[in-house]
Nanobody, 124 residues
Framework: QVQLVESGGGLVQAGGSLRLSCAAS????????MGWFRQAPGKEREFVSA????????KYEDSVKGRFTISRDNAKNMVYLQMNNLKPEDTAIYYC?????????????????WGQGTQVTVSS
């Protein structure tokens, strides 16, 4: 059974940084694209970033480009999201998700397993 557990969220001032972590169970996790999504109150869940199986290919939502960096450590079954220069509009619940076996997708529908989410709050 696949389990994804996020950690690292919290309250930070604008301009600050946080590093989210996602621990993935299952020895085949390295065979899948992994992604981060977020959902703010009253809004739909949106794509933030995704990374290919080998980590060589990444995608970012336009508003986070240059500020967020996704990475993975397949030996540890971990995925990370380094978030720098945080803005109040980044406030949301952030979810880790396991995607397809190929193709760095931005479509939430392509992700079959989701974590419980971790809250990120950025104060102005």
């Amino acid at each position: 059974q696949v389990q994804l557990v996020e950690s690292g969220g919290g309250l930070v001032q604008a301009g600050g940084s946080l590093r989210l972590s996602c621990a993935a169970s299952g020895r085949t996790s390295s065979s899948y694209v992994m992604g981060w999504f977020r959902q703010a109150p009253g809004k739909e869940r949106e794509f933030v970033s995704a990374i290919s199986k080998n980590g060589y290919s990444t995608k970012y939502e336009d508003s986070v480009k240059g500020r967020f960096t996704i990475s993975r450590d397949n030996a540890k079954n971990m995925v990370y999201l380094q978030m720098n220069n945080l803005k109040p509009e980044d406030t949301a619940i952030y979810y880790c998700a396991r995607g397809p076996s190929y193709g760095v997708s931005q479509n939430p529908g392509d992700y079959g397993y989701w974590g419980q989410g971790t809250q990120v709050t950025v104060s102005s």
